[in-house]
């Protein structure tokens, strides 16, 4: 499978737990980004990184939550101490560059779920 | 600030009649992109259609097609023939082209159902 992969697909904390997320990008691509989806909402953004840089981390709330993507490996979406809250959906999609075509759809990986008990 | 509306919280349709999703944005960019996307029950997104605020063609897809009226800044799906598999729900979503590898933004999107 060559598209976006993210795992686990469901992922189910107690609060105060931390959560980790992650996203294996498209063959070829090295810049990811991050979305929430709450319920019965559409999905927001978050964070924006290339390999080892955070480019824009505007969508992210500033604390508890984190984001990472080293050289080798996946993107990393960090949650500490979850709360009820964090409940929610978080998908991750990439590009080949910061340039992308104009036409080119962001293609999304199939989601994490969050539960917080 | 860059916004997209979807006032269709909820839409029906009978199998095989055609459907409008309406999508409307907000945006002082000359430059940006509108898509379409399908999010099933089982939760994955799945890209459906693009527009360029450049093109002058509205953009076509198998049975989907955007109604896209720069002027009004709307950019409409249309679903042709629908069918029991595209009830779901319907996301729009803008991509402004003047910042480089700019996030999309999204809509609270539309509910379609589709019954025989």
């Known amino acids: 499978n060559a598209g976006v992969m993210q795992n686990p697909r469901h992922l189910v904390r107690r609060r105060g737990q931390e959560a980790r997320l992650r996203c294996s990008p498209m063959k070829g691509h090295s810049h990811v980004y991050w979305y929430r989806q709450l319920p019965e909402e559409g999905l927001k953004f978050m964070v924006y990184l290339q390999k080892e840089n955070i480019i824009d981390e505007s969508g992210m709330p500033k604390e508890r939550f984190s984001a990472e993507f080293p050289k080798e490996g996946p993107s990393i979406l960090r949650i500490q101490q979850v709360v009820r809250g964090d409940s929610a959906a978080y998908f991750c999609a990439s590009s080949p560059s910061d340039r992308t075509p104009r036409n080119q759809p962001q293609h999304f990986g199939d989601g994490t779920r969050l539960s917080i008990l | 600030a860059q916004k997209i509306t979807q006032t269709q919280p909820g839409m029906f349709v009978q199998e095989k009649e055609a459907v409008t999703l309406d999508c409307t944005y907000d945006t002082s960019d000359q430059s940006y992109g509108l898509f379409w996307y399908k999010q099933p029950s089982s939760g994955e997104m799945i890209f459906l259609i693009y527009q360029g605020s450049y093109d002058e063609q509205n953009a076509t897809e198998g049975r989907y097609s955007l109604n896209f009226q720069k002027a009004r800044k709307s950019a409409n799906l249309v679903i042709s023939a629908s069918q029991l598999g595209d009830s779901a729900m319907y996301f729009c979503?803008?991509?402004?082209?003047?910042?480089?590898?700019?996030?999309?933004?999204f809509g609270k999107g539309t509910t379609l159902s589709v019954s025989s």
């Open positions: 979503a803008m991509r402004d082209y003047t910042v480089a590898g700019t996030a999309l933004i």
